[in-house]
């Protein structure tokens, strides 16, 4: 399995404060998505980072892949209030799998 | 554009009762379909996914099965569902073939066994 954890699984921070995930993965892989889930919905695709990539941006996320750990980690600059939503790594190359997913809580 | 539906949006069943949730696909062909379930308090969980009509892969035994009948039609079933069956459902699609693939996701069935 490629299974792995997301961590904090919660995370709780005020409006225009900057909020850091992380994602870290046993076994090799190809790439590695993020998602994001409001309460109740089903998961948005947010940016994949592709294995022989280290950093990537799009808007105000920011995504880094560390291979040698294992790790990924997913930065949201400037939080909003809307930014409050669970967000889940999927770790592999075929088919995601995911894990538990961080809690974000973003107060006004 | 491509949207996918799920039904029924929430769904109390008693225990030992039989399950059908559906999901469709509109707007490509021959996508990959998945079934995830997430249980309070746990990630996704997959639980099957199809690479084309009639080809189902399961990747948790348990008393739950799926169907494929149709090219973007993908149903979940249960002859007996368990109070362990209880959860949110999500199904997703994926342009088909192999390598990475973007998932998107339906908007999810809440299911309550009581």
């Known amino acids: 399995s490629q299974q792995g954890e997301e961590d904090p699984q919660a995370l709780s921070i005020q409006e225009g404060e900057n909020a850091t995930m992380n994602c870290s993965y046993k076994t090799s ?10 309460s109740g919905r089903g998961l948005v695709h947010l ?32 939080s909003r209030a809307a930014d409050t939503a669970s967000y889940f ?11 538990r997913g961080t809690s974000l809580i973003v107060h006004p | 554009s491509q949207t996918i539906h799920q039904w029924p949006a929430t769904l109390v069943q008693p225990v030992g009762s039989p399950l059908s949730l559906e999901c469709t696909v509109e707007g490509t062909s021959n996508p990959n379909l998945y ?10 969980q ?3 996914y199809s690479v084309g ?23 979940l079933s249960s002859k007996k569902l368990l109070l362990s069956d209880s959860g949110f459902y999500l199904c997703a699609w ?8 973007e998932q998107y996701f339906g908007p999810g069935t809440r299911l309550t066994v009581t």
Do not use: M
Request: aromatic letters at 8%; hydrophobic letters at 30%; glycine letters at 10%.
């Open chain 2, 35 to 44: 079934w995830y379930r997430q249980a309070a308090g746990r990630g996704l």
């Open chain 1, 29 to 38: 892989i190809n790439n590695l998505q993020w998602y994001r889930q409001n």
């Open chain 2, 53 to 75: 009509i009639g080809q189902i892969s399961s990747e948790v035994p348990q008393n739950l099965s799926a169907s494929r009948p149709q090219d973007r039609q993908f149903i």
């Open chain 1, 89 to 99: 790594c999927g770790r592999g190359s075929y088919i995601p799998t995911f894990g």
């Open chain 2, 94 to 101: 994926s342009v088909s073939g192999t390598g990475t693939r």
């Open chain 1, 47 to 78: 940016i994949l980072i592709r294995s022989n990539e280290r950093e990537k941006h799009s808007g105000r996320l920011r995504v880094t892949l560390d291979t040698s750990k294992k790790s990924s980690s997913l930065l949201i600059t400037a």
């Open chain 2, 46 to 48: 997959l639980l099957f």
